[in-house]
Structure formats: structure tokens, C-alpha cells
């Protein structure tokens, strides 16, 4: 484990190797892939706005790099084909929000679960007890995802549902979805 329960925080690991697929800390050489895939009209419409600008995205992603608080990773294969991308933010004490995830049509089937088991997996080891985050109203498919995970809707605004989930609710689903992991997932930091 990374941190005790005292010292909670946000911190980017190099990368967290899962079963099929690794998140791996964002580099601004992925600018244009991150472009691309926030861009699109099928998987772009349910996540804050992204300038098409590569040149915009490659200074986001330096100036990412020496920020503090967030986690923002590429969702790649073990050959580094770009699957998609997942983040973490937003720390609230023991809570931290999840998003900005986004992944790419051509992924393999598994790739959404896999991805969003790396993030929780990664979150506990870094101590978080629980996680918060939105999802877009008309995002169904999303929806039911977080719903079958255990998350749970605490309110919402007039774009998004709020959603909560507990450590033990993370931990049920990373036991009942355990065949999509390896027996330990690797966190290099």
C-alpha cells in the first residue's frame, strides 16, 4: 500500500498492470490520441468539451505532468496500442472522483471493466475508503455500468446524475469481477 489513512492523496503511478491491459501515466506524445478519442461524436458526447487542438492538449499534458492532485492515464494493451483514457481528481478527504474516461471503439469488449477494476484497485492502494463522481443523464450504458458496480446516485443536476461508492461496495465488485484481473495487479509508481 502506497499511503496510510492519514495521508490520502492523489498520486500518478507509471503504470498498473492489469490482466490484458495497462493504464499507464499520459505522455504528451499521446496529445493527438487523446484529441481524437475526446473528439469523436460517439465518445465524446458525454464528457466535458476538448478543443481539437493537438498543440492545446500537448501543453494540458506537460502542464499535467508537474501538477499535483490528479492521476491521468492512457489505457493501453501490453504493446502500447491506445485503448483509451481514465483519470482521477477532485479529492474530497477519503473520496476521489473518477472520469475523463473514454474508451476507444475498436477496444477489446473487456477493456471498460478491466480499466475502471485497475482504477479502484490502484485507489485502495493508495488508501481512498470511497468514490464519487457524474455521469451524464443520457449516458445509459454508463449508467448501468456504475450501477452494477454498486454505485450509488446521490443527487443531481440538470446535466448529470451524482454517484457515490464505498470501499466496501469496491471491494465486492473487484471480487465479483475477479476473473478480469490478474492475481496481483502491478503498481509501479
Partial sequence: MKSDSHEVAIIPAQQIKGRTIRLRNVAP?????????????????????????????????EDYLISQ??????????????????????QQGDSFCWGSWVVAEAAPSHCAIESALLLYTFALDLGFE???????????????????????????????????????????????????????VEIIY
Fill in 130 to 184: 470511497r468514490a464519487h463522481f457524474d455521469v451524464r443523464k443520457g449516458n445509459l450504458s454508463v449508467i448501468k455500468f456504475h450501477e452494477r458496480f454498486g454505485a450509488e446516485r446521490t443527487g443531481e443536476t440538470e446535466e448529470d446524475f451524482l454517484y457515490s461508492i464505498s470501499k466496501e461496495k469496491i471491494l465486492s465488485t473487484l471480487a465479483k469481477y475477479r476473473k478480469y484481473l490478474p492475481e496481483k
Fill in 29 to 61: 506524445s499521446d496529445a493527438e490520441f487523446i484529441v481524437n478519442i475526446r473528439t469523436n461524436d460517439k465518445k465524446g458526447r458525454f464528457i466535458s468539451a476538448t478543443s481539437g487542438d493537438v498543440s492545446k492538449q500537448r501543453k494540458w499534458l
Fill in 69 to 90: 492532485g490528479q492521476a491521468y492515464f492512457l489505457i493501453t494493451d501490453f504493446d502500447d496500442t491506445q485503448l483509451g483514457t481514465v483519470r482521477m481528481y477532485d
